[in-house]
């Protein structure tokens, strides 16, 4: 991948795949986990044979500070528990990149951690921003840990009505559905990826307080 004709068809197919998941209705989904302010539900994926994870809860700050905490930059390693490491492999312009990260261990390391290269793509959503993702192809291979794969994720983040005070807050809602491949019991897969996105809210509420 490097033509611009691939990558403006893997932007737009990206953009097209999010807004899909986005519109679904409220019965597509099940309810995974739910803690004081972040839900999170789940639905098979179309994708692989596991599943679609959709996240969301209020965040008190603008979209565009959000979204620089969210996508690849200098912010997001200082603040993602899951994220160890984190090395932007090719840019084509200021809103679009490939980069390779690697996750921690999970679950005691019954999920070892896990390698991802993925095509990372901003863009303009109504008022806010879209900022998606997907694994593609790269040769080279750190051999100590299995490379997983991201099926179309993102995150859109949207302003909202302030709740009393002045301080701007935003809607974040993302879409996971990571194939974190090997030998790992389906149970453990999803408690891990619920409670990762509960904590994900965690993490850049933190952040961005800071």
Not at 104 to 118: K, M, S
Request: aromatic residues 10%; glycine residues 8%; neutral net charge.
């Amino acid at each position: 991948m490097g033509s611009v004709s691939e990558v403006n068809g893997l932007k737009s197919s990206l953009e097209e795949t999010l807004i899909s998941y986005h519109n679904l209705g409220e019965n597509e989904w099940r309810l995974a986990k739910k803690a004081k302010d972040v839900t999170v539900w789940r639905k098979p994926s179309t994708e692989f044979s596991g599943f679609l994870y959709k996240a969301q809860g209020l965040v008190k700050e603008n979209p565009n500070r959000i979204v620089d905490y969210i996508r690849p930059g200098p912010y997001r390693l200082n603040w993602d528990s899951l994220m160890t490491s984190m090395d932007i492999v090719k840019t084509f312009d200021k809103v679009c990149c490939v980069m390779r990260y690697m996750t921690a261990g999970q679950l005691w390391n019954i999920i070892a951690p896990r390698e991802f290269v993925d095509f990372s793509y901003t863009t303009e959503f109504q008022d806010g921003l879209l900022s998606c993702g997907v694994s593609v192809s790269h040769d080279e291979h750190r051999h100590s840990c299995v490379r997983g794969f991201n099926h179309p994720c993102g995150w859109f983040c949207v302003p909202v009505e302030g709740g009393g005070d002045s301080a701007p807050q935003s809607l974040l809602t993302g879409y996971i559905q990571t194939d974190l491949r090997g030998m790992i019991p389906q149970s453990a897969v999803d408690t891990a990826m619920a409670s990762s996105l509960v904590n994900f809210y965690s993490d850049l509420r933190g952040a961005l307080k800071t």
